[in-house]
């Protein structure tokens, strides 16, 4: 199974995507994680990555397109992945098409954690309390959220448009948004 989590920064990609892995068994391919290991590790990438990311702005497609060509190629993904934050816009949405193309695998299910913009900054403000990252700060929060509505919502409809996607509510706790995933990723196997 192929699947690709899209949200605002704050809806619980990451954090479903942690519970998918366990549940599914499948490897999860975050570029926010691959990201700050390259800037973690002073790599070339990470260092040019750092600047853009503490402006709360997208990494050029340049850079992701190697960082997740790389990733896909590797053979725990060929069984199938969970996609957490890529694509983001409509170059790199379609750059992910010729990738799974070229690898024979075009199929994706894409599930569009929606989350109401308030609850977004709330538990934000909840993430940089506790973990203090750069990009969680309030001004940079804002930005992100515009950059997502800007770039990031044309490939909800980019999906809807192609039939693969699928709206889950990403508001209650984490084992309910979960339990609403697995529903739908249960009716899509069985029909
Ligand atoms: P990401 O790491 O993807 O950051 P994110 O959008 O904030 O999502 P994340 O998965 O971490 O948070 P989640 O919603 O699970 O990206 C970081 C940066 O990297 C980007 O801004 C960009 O600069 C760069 N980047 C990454 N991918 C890129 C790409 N493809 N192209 C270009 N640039 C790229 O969780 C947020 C908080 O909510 C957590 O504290 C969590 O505990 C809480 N939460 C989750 N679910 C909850 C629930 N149900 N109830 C209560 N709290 C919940």
Do not use: C, W
Request: charged share 30%; hydrophobic share 40%; glycine share 8%.
């Amino acid at each position: 199974m192929r699947i690709v989590l899209l949200g605002a920064p704050g809806s619980g990609k990451g954090t479903q995507a942690v519970r998918l892995v366990e549940q599914l068994e499948l490897p999860h391919i975050s570029t926010g994680e691959l990201l700050r290991s390259a800037v973690e590790a002073g790599t070339e990438l990470g260092q040019k990555a750092k600047t853009v990311i503490d402006r709360g702005e997208l990494v050029s497609d340049d850079i992701m397109l190697g960082l997740i060509t790389q990733r896909l190629s590797r053979d725990d993904a060929k069984k199938g992945f969970i996609l957490d934050g890529y694509p983001r816009n409509i170059t790199q949405a379609k750059a992910l098409d010729e990738i799974l193309e070229r690898q024979g695998q075009a199929m994706v299910e894409v599930l569009h954690i929606d989350v109401d913009a308030e609850l977004l900054l709330q538990r934000i403000a909840g993430r940089a309390a506790e973990e203090g990252r750069s990009d969680d700060a309030e001004e940079v929060v804002r930005k992100r959220l515009r950059i997502y509505a800007e770039q990031t919502a044309p490939v909800v409809e980019y999906y809807t448009a192609k039939g693969v996607l699928s709206r889950v509510l990403g508001e209650g706790s984490v084992e309910e948004v979960f339990q609403r995933i697995m529903s739908v990723l249960l009716m899509h196997t069985e029909s």
